[in-house]
């Protein structure tokens, strides 16, 4: 039942995408009957499969990762308790199945086989890449997980693959995917696509930053993915307007998903203290980008565990306003890849620069903020540029799930207040109906702080006994 009311959604949400945008029900797919599911055309189905995963990336998992992340936190209602992490299996059922389900691996698995019959090469190529995007975040989220015998009917039982084994097999996903995107077809219609409008040198370009990150994501195991990720991120997203977004508008049925929840949760959820903290120390004028104001006329983040009422809320204009898109794989991100590396790879002073050049101009540029108005940094060397390049990022990455593996693999930031007796979790939950009906799923004695694989022990920094 839960599958189906799933597809159910997914289709319901498809749809109202199809009657607010211009011309996607005009051409040839209106001769099929869209009543038969297996002669649904499978470029509407991708459409379901795009805005499906709007959500995944952007509601509850988003919401979670950024309260235990201190970007946010809960201040009322149930998300008090997500606050000091007071988490139970239910919390995440919902999302595991829009992940496995109607909208998720089972549509975009059958896009990607039927689409390849077709010579659909192109489409083949970017849901391969929404499919690598969305199952190498729950690898990230969640560690070990079903994907080798995933969505597939013949197995009720899937077997969950180590984490290892699933970014493994997505970085040759991803490969693929930019063969396909070479190979191309004929008279692809980019309107299909919300993202590139189907321009395969810009998926192209994402492949390469995706790779780079998952690569990066495993250098604390091994150190020559330090020097792979380099190599991938060099040759990854060029400029801020070629950026993985989501795509939202103002039109009811597309609106950003921040957006519905402050509409129909408000109050629940405000600024983390620690961000806030963060940009005040740096008289970062992002604060007034990403935040407004209280009811008192400040700038105000909320502690965990301190339910602060009148924290700061989303800035209405910008992340908090009904058509904001949001960054999923960024020009940024790949920057601060590059400037990592570097400084792994023992080039200081190249990390040092790239540091200082998506800043100044790119960061400043990309919110019109005036020249020199950001952090600029100068005779930074060890730890401390690390540090610093660390914590740009986790500025910049802002509502990102992203910084959670950048925090489990440097240390950084270093978080001051947790929740009294409780530590940082670690992993996300497996939902209560996987526990209960796959027995293959693991038990941990303390999942929440159980280590995913790429997450193997403490870096040896100043302060990482503050967060152990």
Excluded at 409 to 422: D, H, L, M, N, S
Excluded at 435 to 447: A, F, I, Q
Aim: include cysteine; aromatic fraction near 12%; proline fraction near 6%.
């Amino acid at each position: 039942m839960l599958r189906k009311l799933v597809s159910i959604i997914t289709i319901s949400v498809m749809m109202m995408w199809l009657g607010a945008c211009k011309n996607f029900l005009s051409g040839p797919n209106l001769d099929n009957d869209p009543n038969r599911a297996t002669d649904v055309p499978l470029e509407n189905l991708f459409l379901g499969v795009q805005v499906s995963m709007y959500g995944v990336m952007e509601a509850h998992l988003n919401r979670t990762v950024m309260m235990w992340m201190q970007q946010m936190a809960g201040v009322a209602q149930h998300y008090s308790g997500y606050d000091i992490y007071n988490q139970t299996p239910a919390q995440f059922s919902s999302q595991w199945f829009d992940i496995y389900g109607g909208g998720g691996l089972v549509d975009m698995r059958l896009i990607e086989e039927k689409g390849a019959a077709e010579g659909k090469r192109t489409l083949v190529g970017i849901t391969k890449m929404w499919e690598a995007l969305v199952m190498s975040t729950a690898a990230d989220l969640w560690g070990d997980i079903p994907y080798s015998e995933a969505a597939n009917p013949e197995i009720p039982f899937p077997k969950y693959d180590k984490q290892s084994e699933v970014h493994n097999a997505i970085l040759n996903l991803i490969d693929s995917a930019i063969e396909d995107l070479n190979a191309g077809q004929p008279f692809f219609d980019g309107k299909w696509d919300l993202t590139y409008g189907g321009d395969k040198d810009k998926w192209i370009a994402a492949a390469h930053t995706l790779k780079a990150r998952i690569l990066l994501n495993w250098a604390e195991v091994d150190p020559a993915n330090y020097q792979k990720a380099l190599t991938e991120a060099q040759m990854g997203i060029a400029s801020d307007a070629d950026n993985w977004r989501t795509r939202h508008s103002d039109v009811a049925g597309e609106e950003a998903i921040w957006w519905q929840f402050e509409t129909r949760r408000f109050g629940y959820v405000r600024a983390g203290n620690y961000l806030v903290e963060l940009l005040k120390a740096h008289n970062d004028p992002r604060l007034e980008v990403y935040f407004a104001k209280n009811e008192d006329g400040e700038y105000v983040g909320s502690k965990p565990g301190e339910f602060f009422g009148d924290a700061s809320p989303l800035n209405p204009e910008t992340f908090g306003a009904k058509d904001w898109d949001m960054d999923l794989v960024s020009w940024f991100e790949n920057q601060f890849i590059i400037a990592e590396c570097q400084y792994k790879l023992g080039d200081e002073a190249g990390a040092l620069a790239t540091l200082n050049d998506v800043i100044q101009p790119g960061l400043e540029a990309k919110w019109g903020l005036p020249a020199n108005s950001l952090p600029r940094y100068a005779n930074l060397s060890g730890v401390d540029l690390l540090e610093a390049i660390m914590l740009e990022k986790y500025k910049a990455m802002f509502l990102n799930m992203q910084i959670w593996s950048d925090w489990r693999r440097t240390a950084f930031p270093i978080f001051q207040y947790v929740p009294e007796g409780k530590r940082i979790p670690r992993r996300l939950l497996y939902s209560d109906d996987e526990l209960n009906t796959n027995p293959n799923t693991p038990k941990y004695d303390e999942p929440l702080y159980h280590r995913v694989e790429n997450d193997p022990g403490n870096p040896t920094y100043p302060g990482r006994t503050i967060n152990p």
